[in-house]
């Protein structure tokens, strides 16, 4: 099946700081790529869709100056948590779309603590 | 708009018992269904997908669902569960792309399946 890598999977930063986390699809091209950020014991809760070579589309109510994404190649998507604070602290989850454009295939997830 | 409502936060359930985890959806188009299991601290893997076709969807890991449209539903099954079936399991739901695009997943809340021995 296809494979999506997620690095770091764990990062501690202090406040004030900006954290860049990367979205890799290790065998298949990814034109759409999807950021989700996860609180405890909740669901996910979709942040913005990266698209390859041009702007990614952010849901209502994401910051898109404070969640930069860049999606540069086919096969990697960037999500910069900027000037990051205490209530940014989540787990982040990438996933990609395969050519078809019906699955999505996670990555395993980051887990920010800002201190 | 749509929406996934997974009926039960939490299932503990006896180790080889069978199991189900309910999953509803409201939708004003055709849908494409989907379970995904997140263990501890990871991503979410792909249990299984409906797309089109037979009704009765086989996955891994021995699950399996059924797409009832009337009832709108899809609820997940097990007949005989393990220790190792411990995890969150999301039920997610995309509508069919109007032009060839890609539609947005709907995750439901989640539920917790706690398999004790």
């Known amino acids: 099946g296809a494979v999506v890598s997620q690095h770091p999977s764990w990062v501690i930063c202090k406040s004030g700081t900006s954290v860049k986390i990367e979205c890799r699809s290790l065998?298949?091209?990814?034109?759409?790529m999807f950021w989700y950020r996860q609180f405890p014991k909740q669901s996910l809760m979709l942040m913005a869709t990266?698209?390859?070579?041009?702007?990614?589309?952010?849901e209502q109510g994401v910051e898109k100056d404070k969640f930069l994404i860049n999606h540069a190649s086919l096969t990697l998507s960037t999500l910069t948590v900027t000037s990051a604070h205490p209530e940014d602290s989540s787990f982040y989850i990438c996933?990609?779309?395969?050519?078809?454009?019906?699955?999505?295939?996670f990555g395993a997830g980051t887990r920010l603590s800002v201190l | 708009a749509q929406s996934v409502t997974q009926l039960d936060s939490q299932v503990p359930v006896f180790e080889e018992a069978p199991v189900e985890l309910r999953c509803n959806y409201s939708?004003?188009?055709?849908?494409?269904l989907f379970w995904y299991v997140q263990y501890p601290n990871q991503g979410l893997q792909l249990l299984l997908k409906?797309?089109?076709?037979?009704?009765l969807v086989k996955g891994i890991n021995g699950f399996e669902a059924e797409f009832n449209k009337s009832q709108t539903s899809f609820h997940l099954r097990k007949p005989s569960v393990h220790i190792s079936d411990t995890a969150e399991y999301f039920c997610?739901?995309?509508?069919?792309?109007?032009?060839?695009?890609?539609?947005?997943?709907?995750f439901g809340a989640g539920t917790r399946l706690a398999v004790h021995p």
């Open positions: 939708s004003s188009v055709s849908v494409y």
């Open positions: 409906y797309l089109s076709g037979s009704t």
């Open positions: 065998d298949f091209q990814a034109t759409t």
């Open positions: 996933s990609a779309i395969d050519r078809a454009g019906n699955i999505q295939y």
């Open positions: 997610a739901v995309s509508d069919l792309a109007v032009s060839g695009g890609y539609n947005k997943l709907i």
């Open positions: 990266s698209n390859e070579g041009s702007k990614a589309t952010y």
